[in-house]
């Protein structure tokens, strides 16, 4: 098995980091900065800021805050939000960050991926797949923070995107986000093995079982986590700790 990789995510709103339930309800945690240099202490092997407004509102991602994170941390991290173009792609990484990631742009403009993929290399690129289950038991996309449903199903696109040149996928289940209640490892599983690209699991952490059913039932080669660091259930080295006795393969 490889190495499992530990993501804390930090949602980024009016420049704080911020967490809800379901998309909804968000509450102030902290400096997007601080906690991410703090994570990068514990020992996390990447950092993900989202800025979730930016599509919402138009905007273009956060640049300066990049710029301010990459003196402080000596870890990769990847950034997303707003991202619409190769050129929003450029000033990321110009700004430090190591990986950009995409969602509601590329599910509009799926030639995105590609021209970003063409112009740095897949393993820049991160497409972000924000989904929820329907009555009709389908995985629905979702884009603009979870605000507009789709025609897209997840599968499908996910094997879109890797075709077009994406590096991971970041899939983020609506359905489990924030309610600490374990991630849906069937449809990871099925993910998992439906693509070659890595697969980076969202939504759902509540404890370090949650995190270990992912990256073992679920096939998922990262789990990524918001909640359960930013309010102090655990800390990554200990996290690390309890996935190492379980025989799992991380960096202590």
Same mark, same amino acid.
Do not use: Y
């Given at each position: 098995m490889l190495t499992k990789r530990i993501i804390p995510c930090l949602d980024v709103k009016d420049g704080r980091t911020v967490? $809800?339930?379901n998309f909804e309800g968000l509450a102030d945690v902290g400096d997007p900065?601080?906690?991410g240099a703090r994570y990068a202490l514990e020992g996390a092997d990447e950092l993900v800021y989202l800025d979730i407004s930016a599509s919402r509102e138009g905007r273009g %991602?956060? %640049?300066r805050l990049v710029s301010r994170i990459a003196d402080r941390v000596n870890i990769p991290f990847t950034v997303g939000g707003g991202i619409s173009s190769a050129d929003d792609?450029?000033?990321l990484l @110009?700004? $430090?960050a190591d990986k950009i990631t995409v969602n509601s742009a590329a599910v509009r403009n799926p030639g995105l991926i590609s021209a970003i993929a063409g112009r740095y290399g897949s393993?820049?690129?991160v497409v972000a797949i924000d989904a929820r289950r329907g009555d009709d038991g389908e995985w629905?996309? %979702?884009t603009h923070g979870g605000t507009r449903i789709t025609d897209r199903l997840l599968l499908p696109w996910a094997r879109e995107a890797m075709e077009r040149g994406a590096g991971e996928i970041l899939f983020t289940s609506m359905d489990h986000d924030g309610t600490r209640a374990g991630y849906p490892c069937d449809i990871y599983r099925s993910l998992a093995s439906s693509l070659s690209i890595p697969v980076i699991a969202s939504g759902g952490a509540g404890s370090? @079982?949650?995190i270990a059913d992912v990256l073992t039932i679920g096939g998922a080669d990262a789990a990524l986590a918001a909640s359960i660091f930013h309010y102090g259930d655990i800390t990554v080295s200990r996290l690390k700790s309890c996935l190492a006795a379980r025989g799992i393969p991380v960096r202590i």
């Open positions: 967490k $809800g339930i900065v601080e906690l %991602t956060f %640049t792609a450029a000033a @110009d700004a $430090g393993q820049f690129v629905h996309v %979702t370090p @079982d949650d």
